[in-house]
């Protein structure tokens, strides 16, 4: 059994900051991979940034620059640094990650977790 908690979302004024964390625990032999999804009311939910195994990441074209994936694999934690922060940032902001566990590769989803970027 694999669960996922996210934290560090909430309200910031535009040009703030914030950190995203996604916390993977249960019956765990290590995170394979790591995404983060966003999606606005009204939109379609749309990948944000990824990082693989070998550390490699890509980034969407909005968040180039800004926001910046990480990950501490002794933690099974992957984060998301989001920087310069827009209003067209606001959505509910999911992980996505792929773990080893009982032998077997398998992606988790966190709960989602509000991020408000508003004067």
Do not use: H
Not at 32 to 54: D, T
Not at 83 to 92: F, G, H
């Amino acid at each position: 059994q694999v669960q996922l908690v996210e934290s560090g979302g909430g309200l910031v004024q535009p040009g703030g900051s914030l950190r995203l964390s996604c916390a993977a625990s249960g019956s765990i032999f290590g995170v394979n991979a790591g995404c983060w999804y966003r999606q606005a009311p009204g939109k379609q939910r749309e990948l944000v940034a990824a990082i693989i195994s070998g550390g490699t990441t890509n980034y969407a074209d909005s968040v180039k620059g800004r926001f910046t994936i990480s990950r501490d694999n002794a933690k099974n934690t992957v984060y998301l640094q989001m920087n310069s922060l827009k209003p067209e940032d606001t959505a509910v902001y999911y992980c996505k990650l792929t773990i080893w566990s009982m032998g077997a590769l398998s992606d988790s989803w966190g709960q989602g977790i509000q991020v408000t970027v508003s004067s």
